[in-house]
């Protein structure tokens, strides 16, 4: 390659990062520099490994000519001892045509035997008693169709093994049977005179994990656990001890534990909480397989129900529940793989109306392959007004950042006038979230720093003296960053209100899920964003009664996952603003994320059943 052709392709981190490993072996060939480029560039755009064999990965499908085969490659890289290897503990790790830097390989390497552990890992449990207590927690899995089912599946699962991997979209009930299931757990130990499990949830945001404990309150059943926190906080992760206070030495005081948005959870903070886990303990997964991944390298959640295959189980999983139930699961397949007795999906969204608009459409975006799948989304628009609705977009960014469209801002306006009119804390928080604006991308035209610009302009509020939005009642909050004294957490929501004393305050949902307020001094707010509009990955974990996406005019900036993320965030109506052929050429685009942990888990399944690896992609 030459030379003056490397800064045209790679950043300058890229370059740094290649040059400082090509340095570190002495007569080395080029295509080292090149790989460690990718390996660096593969990190930044949320992979966890570079794929040799599929670089138009990470070069939006161009290709540069200077990249080699995968086979003269791969020998290339196997010449550089020092910097690469399959065993040693080198910077860039090579598995078959998976290029990792070290870190990351040895934490999903480490990852994947714990899941193996904790999958493989059967309970001693009554299948007899076990069928007898969940009768009257789903008195209704036996009807045809019944989402309580699968939710009695899952359950069942949860209970048999040391580990469940529950996915489901909005509205499928998965903290109904995540309560459920502790109420089995304690109702066991109680039949089997041992003591009362110690309960924990917890879910990636402050966000999640206040709509999990109050999830879990309202299904009423009893024990009732904790408050639901950040993993970040379980794990006692601060500046000061980023690895965490608790760990394989010190592992977490829990017997079975809840984590919710589990698709949120990067990979290397996945693995800190399962290293943390005591060896005895049982953990129920929770979340969507569908929805985006974590801003962070890794597509965990996905990666595990992929393994897991959710509509199979092995034979001894059939007979444990023919043995429970009296009857078997005609519906589901065979197979050997241990992990897949863990895994259940539930179907069935009582949310959404079946024949409804948005329960459709979040269906249509979820399984959109071909471009007649496209047509049928504007086509639902049209059809379901009363959910769904299509505004007028501008020809182009430009015209957009200048005045929006007449209808965006008389829907914004209208929308978010009761935010800044509410009369009691208690209505502002309650009206920030029936309306909110999502968009894909934080700068840009389209991005959300712009629009809450544009907002604030539309409302008619002044500017301070420095240019930017000053602190005025009604103005939503979001927190960035984890600040426990402050006891505010990484998208946390709040809005600026009076407090008791008259002075403004950031204002914010009690912790005790069961309503009431708290107030924060604004000095004492950590790193915080305007949030009159969010991008669609820091609003996960929330929910609207009503929704504004706004897609950008370029769709390598969007996918399907996003979309689909975005439609099921809202509970009544969907407005959206988009350019067609924009959304087709999103809506088309699968986010792959490159990881070789689905392939650590069907090989580890394969050696121990003898039979052949799953492909992992």
Known sequence: MNNSVFPLVFNRFEQNFANFLYHLSPGAPESLRTAAALAARAVSQQHVCCRLDMPQLYFDGRVPAFIPSVESWRADLLRCPAVVS????????LQGNRLYLQRYYLCERELAETIRRFATRKSDFDPVATGAALQPLFPHAEQPGSPEFRQRLAAFAAVRGRLAVISGGPGTGKTYTAARILALHAELAQIAHRPAPRLMLAAPTGKAAARLTQSIAAAAMTPTPPAAVTLHRLLGITPEFPEGRRNHRQPLPVDVAVVDEVSMVPLTLLNAFFSALPDHASVILLGDMHQLSS????????????????????????????????????????????????????????????????????????????????????????????????????????????SGTTELRRLIREHYRPLLLAETAEAALAALDRFRILTATRVGPFGSETLNRLVYEWLGKPQSENGTTAFFRGRPLLIVENDRDADLFNGDTGIVFPAPDGRLAACFPARDGQGGVRFVPLSLLPRHETAFAMTVHKSQGSEFDELLLLLPDRPELFNRELVYTAITRTRRHLFMQFLPEALSAGILHDAMRTSGLVEQLTAQEAATSGSPSLRSE
């Open 86 to 93: 399959s065993e040693a503990a080198t910077p860039l790790v």
């Open 295 to 402: 801003v962070e390298p890794g597509c965990v959640f996905g990666d595990l129900c992929r393994a897991g295959q959710p509509e199979a189980y092995t034979m001894e999983f059939f007979n444990d529940y023919r043995s429970a139930f009296g009857n078997g699961l005609e519906d589901f397949s065979q197979t050997t793989a241990r992990l897949a007795d863990a895994t259940v999906e539930l179907t069935v969204s009582r949310r959404f109306n079946a024949t409804g608009g948005i329960g459709r459409l979040a269906e249509v975006v979820k399984n959109a392959r071909t471009r007649h799948d496209v047509d049928n989304i504007r086509q639902l628009i049209r059809q379901f007004s009363n959910e769904l609705t299509e505004l007028p977009c501008p020809e182009n960014s430009d015209s957009f950042r200048r």
